[in-house]
Each structure stands twice: as structure tokens, then as C-alpha cells.
């Protein structure tokens, strides 16, 4: 079959084309209509999710750190401060290669070498477009040294920022403790938001303990960012309902330390090591807290080198140990109050009554020699007198009356022992030894038994007896307030930097002694002037020409044990072997207005070299400064 | 009802402008609507780009550029458009082929010819030489054309697009071939043949789908999970749709939308610009803009229907839809209706050969309009 010869019919066509052509416009409705229905989806339907995943997309939260509070004492010197320092900043987005750059700053001498690989990990850990601090504090010589050579660094320049400043340097270290840049343990015990945006934070003392009420409330601000997450400026309508929250200043800390005190405890150790902690027995209030040797905090808040804390924690003086708080030595003669007024109370001994002091003791039925400080003897002794010439011979007798659980229910009530409760943190409780300690402290059957001869020993201080200088002078406050005292703290209130407002912290009673007669307290109160009074007093000396009445107790720790049959020569026993030097005391004796305790390490006797330091302190505090 | 028509249009040429128009063989409401939206473009660009008053300058250079090419087309007779139909083919076959061989590479696509003076895409050339040729095979043929010529015709569309997918430029060498499948649409192809291409699709889509690149077997996995890369293929499509959402009915207001100014809506200014609309002008805007294009592709249809001969109304009927098809692939892909490919938002996205190549196809459409014999009276 053919197929027939086709011809074109144009009026067909033009027909056929206009009804492809309206067909074609349906389509196109369609389709446009199917787009609108999207549209409307997005914008009026789905309009609210997209509109705040919008918003988070252009705006980012920025922190603004609030200033740390200052720390001052309660006549209003300033302990610590916000100071603008200079800071080296680095944006890593900025810098071609920050190893390389690293080094060449090593070359200017503003980065150590051995930093180099901490600080690459500092600036790796952080979003490239965040400035990194790489010094925090540079001297002025260091930046007018990188100002020079700026051009040769981009992306690193240097900024002012507020940094810790200790205006005394190394006045009363231990006591305020210092800021340090932020670690990963840190990390751990902090809310990470409430610290975006601050670099230093409290490592001890009472920066430290204090962290949450001087740190104050981070602020943020809501910035514009562009999608590299770069802050930008934007149109004013851009900017629309950005929120701010202003930060919070941390609160002023007010310390009841004085600083005549405490530069006269610091001055009366230059140059040994040892330990003073003052406390005013009316309130518990700190007056003088020092241990020796100290540090500069600027140091840590400057941020330290590898280096140089290398060599702080590898001084053999160990000036980063807080010897009053942690610092744990036998207390020797110091306790000699406190057996007596057990003594006194469970009526083991006659005051009146004198024991005759040859030089040494033995138990009954032992040839064991306890030997008294003085060869040759004290002669005869009553309570009074043993106390003021430290007679040991006499307390060891005292000692065995009592027996070791009076004695150590005793020395637990005068918070030996147990933390004293200051209002900061790392204390050590010191040991007072019993029969149940001792069970379980030795391992060997033969070694848990509590001995005679153990307890002989604890009437001198010494044996496994353990205090710290802190709790010391507690002990001393609950002498001079007849068994009653309070917790020592160093901070008295909190200011609120913006109003000047002050919340007064009140003091915090210590458990009282629970002895209530007068008579016995001014017995042992009186043995403790005699210590400082003539003709026998053993710290007669260092008290002679106070125009105020002193009470004291000196001791002399051993370190070492000297054998039965040789004698103690301090000229061939090794400096860092010889006796601990210690002395209690408070002043005035009548009217106590301060309490304090003094550890010389090493310093051979209480009345050499403890007393006269204490002495010192006592007329710093107690004498008007002369003008 | 033609006396009628003819009529109020001899009333309305009483005004001089309208006389102009005529003289010049240019169509009154067409160019008001393609004004109207390279007008409002600008604005949209200025904003889009961030306040680039430089770039704004260039496009504002090249819509003029438009003009003269719309209005230069719109002078020739549609015999001479018919006769250069397939030389002007044959020309472009032949530019691509150069290109395939020593063109310029430029972001990875070889789709430039450096002439010395300016560099040309011969693709662009192709968008109108590809529907004329078509229309030259079936002017003079009954219509509609048989399997012989359709597969004549298969051929004509297929060599181009072939060379330019390869370059690789998925966007046009789809263009190019729809705006040819138009022709054949609307030269009366049978409904049953429709259907069984149609029921084809599935399987030609598997074996395009092996001949598509790596980067664009991604888009079309993108579009059906944009979630599944939210930060590689897919964040194109989801900040846009961000962008959109966000704009709600009304817009954030003209350089407000903080999609677009802070830089999270990528390609802002050029395939992505019609998110820019619909973040600072919302869904309000949006409607305004898809009102201009509908009303310049039905204007088109129209005028394709009103012409006279089989050349004249294929090309004039095949520029209007493909216009469409840019519309609405860009809409659709850039609102996530479609997958992502590469089409400028005509007369709006920042580019100058496309808005060139557009602007001189409505000129083909107003020539072969304009040209009529007056029938009847």
C-alpha cells in the first residue's frame, strides 16, 4: 500500500498549533502553580523554623568576661588588682605559618623555645579566626622590641588586656594565693560558660577558694557573623534584636590580714624557712599568714615559662609549699599548756606540789632514759615553773598520769588534729595519735600496741603527735580565750564593686574547750607569762622591754633521734636535720588582742630563734606605728 | 473577533510611541514586562551582590547590549532568519567542536572560544540556532512530521548537546535540548509518541545517568536528601531554602536579609538570586516576579499563535516556553522543587552572554511577529 502524499494544510496547522500551544500554557500553570505551592510552604508555612535557623546562622554569642574582684585588707591596701596589660595576641587565620612565626619571635626573645610546642597546641585548639594570647604580660622593652619588627608578623599583634597584679609582689603569698592561665583540671570543676572569654582563674589560697564569689557573672554579647563566623557590622536592621547581657563584676574581697603584721613575719624570716600564722583571737580573723621562702603570684599571672616554673618546683626551699597550711611538724613543747590544763582539770596533779628534775625520766620497771632538754636537771619543779623553763622531765611524769587517751581527748579539743576550718582550702589535719589510730595506722601486730613509752613522749610534743603552724595558733587562741575561739578566716566580707555595699561575714565559733574553771585556766595562764618573764623564763629574752604582757611557749621539735648514749651536737648534725625552732603565744596576756604561732624550720631552738620572731610580729601589731 | 482585534490595535498605534514601536517591529507589552524585571533585577543585583555598584554597572552595561541585540533582530525580515537558520547551525557545530578541542577552560568547564577581543561561549549561539534549524526542517513539511524526520530532527538537537554536556554544562545543553523538543512538541507530535517517550524516560534517565560527571550524579542525589551533606553539595540548596523561608510573606526588606548580606546563601548573585528575592521581598515579591515571567511567556505564546507561518510560529512558540523552562528550573531548583542545575535566573542573575542570547531571542520573536501580512481587511 502507499501511504497517500501528504499536503500541508495551513489553516489545519495554525489550528493544531493554537491547541498545542493553550496546551502548553496549562502546563506552564500548572508548574507555576506546584512552585508557588513550595513556596508557600517555605515562607508561610514553614516560615518560623526557617526563620530562626536563620538566625542562629547570623548571630554568635560572645562572651564578655566580667572583672575579677580586688582583694583588700581591712584598712584598705590593696592585695590584688586588674591592671591592663600588655598581651601578644596571634589569629591564626592571619598567620602564613605560625610555627615558623613562633620561632622567629624566639629570635626576638618573646617566646621560649621550649613553649613553642605548648603554645602550637594552644592555637591549634582554637577556631582560627579567635585571637590566641601567646605572652600575657610583656614589658615595656619587649614591646617597643616586637613593635619594630611588627610588619614582619601579621596577624600577630599585641593588645591590652586586664591581667591579676599583685601590687606587694610576694607579701602574704600563701594567704591570697595567685590566678594562673585556665587548665584542663580546672576545666573539670568549673561551668565552662560562665569562664568563656576569661583566661586566668584562682589556683590556691583564697583566689582559689573565694574563685566563685570574686569571679563575677560573664556577660555576652550577640554578635553579626558572616558564614566564615567573622564578626561583621551589617546594616543597622541586621542588627535589629541583638541581645546584650552585661557582665557582673565579682564581688571585693576584704581580708582581715595586716599587713604590718604580716610584713614584719615576712621580714623576721627573710632567709629561713619556716612558718608564722597570727590570728585574732576575738573574731578568728587572720592577722599574719606567711610562709618562707615565697614567690612573686605576678609571676603566674604573667604566665610562667617552662623554665622558670621548672625551677620554682625544683628549689630545694620549696617556696611554692604553704608551710602554715600543710606543713605538718612535730609540735614539741608548745603543747606543754594544753597537758597542763588537762592535767589541772582531771585533778592528776597538785600544782603546789613539786617533783624534783635530775635531767631525765625513766618509766617504773624501764632503765629507758626520757631525756629533759637540760642534762643536768631543772631541780625541784611545780606546774608553774616546769612551764616556764619547759621543764621536760616534769610533763613526761605529767604525761604518764594522764595516759595517752586524756592527753589525746585533750589535744582534740584544742583542734589538733582535725582542720581548723580556715576558710580556704588544702588544710592538713595533722595526727593526734590514740590507741584506735595506732591500731590501724600499723600494719604489724607488734607495732599496733600502744606503748608506755609512746605516750611519754606525746607530753613533750613529740612521737607521732603532727600540727600544722595554722592549727598552732588556734591552739594559742583557745588559750587566750579560755577555751573558746573561732574558725581562722582570712576574708571578713564581700564588697559589691558597683553599689559599695559590704556583706559582713560573720565569724564562725570553734567548739569550745568545755573547761570552765577560771582557776585552772589562770594557772596555766600564768605559766605560759612566766615563760617570757625573768628570772627563768626560757623566752625571758625576746620578751624583755614589751610594754604589754606576753604568754607564750616556746618549742624545740626534734627532727632526727638521737641515740641512748650519744649527745645531741648540733654542729655535726646536717642544717636540714637539726631541731624545728617553734613558739604559741598571745598578747596582751590579760586582754588578748592576738594569737600566733611561729615554725623556724631547722632553727635549732624555740626561745633562739622562734620567740624573738614572734616578738616582732607582737610589736608590729601591738604597738602604735610611729609617724 | 480579528476585525475587532485588529481594530483597537490600529486605535492604540494612534500614539506616537506606539507608531515608533511599530516602525521599529517592537512589541509594546513585551518590552515593558522584559524591562520591567531587568529593572527591578538591577535592584535586586545591587543588593544581592553587596552594594557591588561596579558589577551593577557591568550588568546594567550588558542589559543595554540586550537592547541593541533584541532590537537589531527585530529589523530582519523572518525570510532572511529562516534562509541563515541552518548556517547559522552549521556555524555552531562547527565553534563547538573548536572549543571541544582548544577552548578555554574556566572553573573546570571548557565552554569558552577566545576570540582575542572577547571571549564567547558558542553554546549561547546554539540556544536559538538549535529551535530555528528544527523549524527550518518542518517549515515546508505536513505537518506533523514523521519518523524519518523525527529522527532527522533527533540528530540536529542531539550533536549539540552532546558537545556541550561534555564541556561539562549539564544547565544549557538541557536548555538547548528542550527548547528543540519544543518544536517538535508543537509541531503536533502525536500524543501516543509523547506517551511512549514519556514511558521511556525512566530508562533513558538510567543510561544518562552513567554519561553524568561525579560532581553532577551529586546534585541529583543532593536535591532527593540536601541533609545527607549539609555542608558540601547540599548547603546550597538548604541556605537557600533558609533564605526563602525566612523572608516569610513579606521580606526582611531590600538589602536586609541577612541570608544573603553575611554570605550564607552562596552564588547570591547569580544562580541563587531568586532566594535573594524571597528573603527580602518574601513570598510577596516572589509572586510579583513569577507575575512578570508568566505574563512575558503567555505574552510570547500569544504572538506565536498570531503568526502565520510554520517557521515563524515554532521558533516564536519555542523561545517563549524555553524561557519558561529557565524560569522555572532556576525557581525550582533554588526553592528545592528541582535538583540543583546550573540556570541563571533570566534577566535577573548577574551574566552577561545568557541575558544577551534572551534578549536577542525575544528580538527573533518580535521580527516574526511584526512581519505579518495584515489579513483581511
Known amino acids: 500500500m502507499i501511504s497517500p502524499v501528504r499536503i500541508k494544510d495551513h489553516w489545519a496547522e495554525q489550528r493544531m498549533f493554537m491547541r498545542r500551544a493553550i496546551a502548553a500554557g496549562i502546563v506552564i500553570l500548572a508548574l507555576v502553580i506546584a512552585l508557588v505551592v513550595k513556596l508557600v510552604q517555605l515562607q508561610v508555612v514553614r516560615h518560623q523554623y526557617y526563620a530562626e535557623l536563620s538566625q542562629g546562622n547570623r548571630v554568635r554569642i560572645e562572651p564578655l568576661p566580667p572583672n575579677r574582684g580586688l582583694i583588700l585588707t581591712r584598712a584598705g591596701e590593696v592585695l590584688a588588682e586588674n591592671l591592663p596589660a600588655y598581651q601578644l595576641e596571634l589569629t591564626p587565620e592571619q598567620v602564613p605559618n605560625v610555627n615558623e612565626a613562633l620561632w622567629r619571635l624566639v629570635d626576638l626573645r618573646l617566646v621560649e623555645p621550649d613553649d613553642i610546642e605548648r603554645l602550637t597546641r594552644l592555637v591549634r585548639s582554637r577556631r582560627i579566626f579567635e585571637s590566641v594570647p601567646i605572652r600575657l604580660q610583656l614589658s615595656d622593652e619587649e614591646v617597643a622590641r616586637f613593635a619594630v619588627h611588627r610588619h614582619e608578623f601579621p596577624g600577630i599583634d599585641i593588645r591590652t588586656r586586664l591581667t591579676r597584679h599583685y601590687p606587694l609582689g610576694d607579701v602574704g603569698v600563701h594567704a591570697l594565693g595567685y590566678v594562673g592561665a585556665i587548665s584542663e583540671q580546672d ?21 582559689s577558694s573565694f574563685e566563685k564569689q570574686v569571679h563575677g557573672t560573664t556577660g555576652f554579647r550577640q554578635v553579626l557573623v558572616n558564614a566564615q563566623g567573622r564578626p561583621v557590622e551589617g546594616e543597622a536592621a541586621l542588627r535589629a534584636n541583638l541581645a546584650t547581657r552585661p557582665p557582673v563584676s565579682g564581688n571585693d574581697l576584704i581580708l582581715s590580714l595586716d599587713v604590718r603584721a604580716q610584713r614584719a613575719a615576712e621580714e623576721a624570716l627573710r632567709g629561713l624557712r619556716g612558718a608564722v600564722v597570727a590570728i585574732d583571737p576575738n573574731n578568728g580573723d587572720v592577722l599574719a599568714f606567711a610562709s618562707t621562702p615565697g614567690f612573686d603570684p605576678n609571676l603566674f599571672a604573667r604566665g610562667l615559662t617552662t623554665a622558670e616554673y621548672k625551677a620554682l618546683q625544683d628549689d630545694i626551699d620549696r617556696p611554692m609549699f604553704n608551710r602554715a597550711l600543710r606543713g605538718t611538724y612535730p609540735p614539741g613543747s608548745t603543747i606543754k599548756p594544753v597537758i597542763a590544763l588537762a592535767a589541772l582539770e582531771s585533778h592528776s596533779i597538785d600544782p603546789g606540789q613539786t617533783r624534783f628534775c635530775r635531767g631525765f625520766f625513766t618509766l617504773p620497771g624501764s632503765r629507758h632514759r626520757y631525756r629533759d632538754w637540760r642534762p643536768e636537771g631543772h631541780g625541784w619543779m611545780n606546774l608553774q615553773e616546769s612551764l616556764a623553763q619547759s621543764c621536760d622531765t616534769y610533763f613526761y611524769n605529767v604525761a604518764q598520769v594522764l595516759g595517752i587517751d586524756r592527753m589525746s581527748s585533750y589535744l582534740s579539743k584544742f583542734g589538733l588534729g582535725q ?11 595533722g595526727l593526734v595519735p590514740s590507741r584506735d589510730w595506732k591500731q590501724k595506722a600499723f600494719s604489724q601486730p607488734g607495732e599496733q600496741v600502744w606503748f608506755p613509752g609512746d605516750t611519754v613522749i606525746i607530753g613533750i610534743g613529740q612521737g607521732y603527735l603532727l600540727a600544722t603552724p595554722l592549727q598552732l595558733a588556734h591552739m594559742a587562741t583557745l588559750l587566750a580565750n579560755r577555751g573558746h575561739s573561732f574558725e581562722p578566716r582570712f576574708v571578713t566580707a564581700l564588697r559589691d564593686p558597683s553599689t559599695g555595699e559590704m556583706h559582713k561575714i560573720e565569724p564562725e565559733p570553734s567548739p569550745s574547750v568545755g573547761v570552765d574553771d577560771a582557776a585552772v585556766w589562770q594557772r596555766v595562764v600564768n605559766g605560759m607569762v612566766g615563760v617570757t618573764s625573768p628570772p627563768r623564763g626560757t623566752a625571758r629574752g625576746s620578751a624583755a622591754g614589751a610594754p604589754y604582757q606576753i604568754a607564750g611557749k616556746t618549742g624545740t621539735a626534734q627532727v632526727f633521734t638521737v641515740g641512748q648514749t650519744e649527745k645531741y651536737d648540733e654542729k655535726q648534725i646536717a642544717e636540714r636535720l637539726r631541731d624545728h625552732a617553734l613558739f604559741i603565744a598571745f598578747a596582751p596576756a590579760e586582754a588578748p588582742r592576738i594569737a600566733l604561732s611561729v615554725l623556724v624550720e631547722n632553727g635549732r631552738s624555740g626561745s633562739g630563734t622562734a620567740a624573738p620572731v614572734a616578738r616582732k610580729i607582737l610589736d608590729a601589731y601591738l604597738l602604735e606605728p610611729t609617724s | 473577533m480579528m476585525d475587532n482585534l485588529q481594530g483597537s490595535t490600529a486605535r492604540r498605534t494612534l500614539t506616537a510611541s506606539a507608531r515608533l514601536l511599530g516602525t521599529l517591529h517592537l512589541d509594546g507589552q513585551l518590552l515593558l514586562a522584559l524591562s520591567a524585571i531587568a529593572v527591578l533585577g538591577l535592584g535586586i543585583l545591587y543588593s544581592a551582590s553587596g552594594q557591588n555598584e561596579a558589577l551593577l554597572w557591568r550588568q546594567t552595561m550588558r542589559f543595554g547590549l540586550a537592547m541593541v541585540a533584541m532590537i537589531a533582530l527585530a529589523q530582519v525580515s523572518p525570510k532572511y532568519l529562516r534562509l541563515w537558520a541552518p548556517w547559522v547551525y552549521a556555524l ?4 563547538l567542536i573548536i572549543v571541544a578541542l582548544v577552548g578555554e577552560a574556566s572553573k573546570g568547564a571548557q565552554r569558552w572560544l577566545d576570540l582575542g577581543v572577547i571571549r564567547f561561549q558558542p553554546s549561547e549561539l546554539m540556544k536559538l540556532a538549535v529551535p530555528m534549524m528544527c523549524a527550518w526542517l518542518l517549515h515546508d513539511r505536513p505537518l506533523p512530521p514523521d519518523l524519518k524526520l523525527l529522527a532527522l530532527m533527533s540528530i540536529v538537537i542531539l550533536v549539540p548537546v552532546g558537545l556541550i554536556a561534555e564541556q561539562p554544562d549539564l544547565g544549557t545543553a538541557l536548555l538547548i535540548a528542550t527548547s528543540g523538543i519544543f518544536v517538535v512538541l508543537l509541531a503536533g507530535l502525536r500524543a501516543r509518541v509523547i506517551a511512549a517517550v514519556l514511558a521511556l524516560v525512566p530508562v533513558l534517565g538510567w543510561v544518562a545517568w552513567g554519561f553524568l560527571h561525579d560532581y553532577q550524579q551529586k546534585r541529583v542525589l543532593t536535591f532527593l536528601d540536601p541533609e545527607s551533606d549539609p555542608l558540601g553539595a547540599g548547603y546550597h540548596i538548604i541556605q537557600s531554602q533558609i533564605a526563602i523561608g525566612s523572608g516569610g510573606i513579606f521580606g526582611k526588606g531590600w538589602m536586609n536579609g541577612s541570608q544573603a548580606q553575611l554570605e ?6 547569580t544562580d541563587f538570586i531568586f532566594a535573594v528575592v524571597g528573603e527580602e521581598f518574601g513570598l510577596l515579591g516572589l509572586l510579583l516576579l513569577l507575575a512578570l515571567y508568566v ?16 517557521f515563524a510560529r515554532l521558533v516564536a512558540g519555542s523561545i517563549s516556553l524555553t524561557f519558561f523552562v529557565y524560569v522555572f528550573v532556576n525557581a525550582g531548583m533554588v526553592s528545592g522543587l528541582v535538583p540543583v542545575v546550573g540556570v541563571p535566573l533570566p534577566l535577573v542573575s548577574f551574566g552577561g552572554t545568557s541575558m544577551v542570547t534572551l534578549m536577542a531571542g525575544f528580538g527573533i520573536l518580535m521580527s516574526l511577529h511584526s512581519h505579518r501580512k495584515l489579513i483581511g481587511s
Open chain 1, 187 to 207: 576545666l573539670k570543676r568549673i561551668d565552662e560558660s560562665e569562664y568563656a572569654g576569661t583566661t586566668l582563674i584562682g589556683k590556691v589560697g583564697v583566689e
Open chain 1, 419 to 429: 582542720p581548723t576550718g580556715i576558710d580556704v582550702e588544702g588544710e592538713k589535719p
Open chain 2, 92 to 95: 555552531g557545530v562547527l565553534l
Open chain 2, 264 to 269: 550564607f546563601l552562596p552564588e547570591r548573585s
Open chain 2, 295 to 310: 505574563f512575558v511567556i503567555g505574552r510570547g505564546l500569544f504572538m506565536a499563535i498570531e503568526c502565520q507561518d510554520t
